[in-house]
């Protein structure tokens, strides 16, 4: 009975390590193609077209580390969860953010890339970032 107990308990720690969320660097995500993963970083550009909008995450493209691709029949859904935001497209350049999702490389470009589908894939750096020290006592 023990046995079989501390079997299911070293199974279930285990099924929960693997789908835990890693925090990877935008520079090693075509290291994790498959894997979910979060990554923090600056948008240094932007790109819309055809419908979807392109974030180009680590440097202004063609040099991005990653790129984020937000469809536009979703991209209503994210109108407003950064502040009172009414022109989503200016919004995220220059800022601080953290994606989460897998990993894909890009066919055509060999980069690495995250297809948004949820609000919660997308926050700003300071929301999803370290646990916050605690205040000094001095």
Known sequence: MKRTTLITLTLALFSFCAQAQRIIPAKDALKHIGKKVKICDKVFGENIKKGVTTLYLGADHPDELITVVIKADFKTNLKGHFENNSHFDDYYRGKDICV?????????TGKATIRVTQPSQIKPFMEDSMPQQAPSLH
């Open 100 to 108: 989460t999702g897998v990993v894909q490389k890009d066919k055509y």
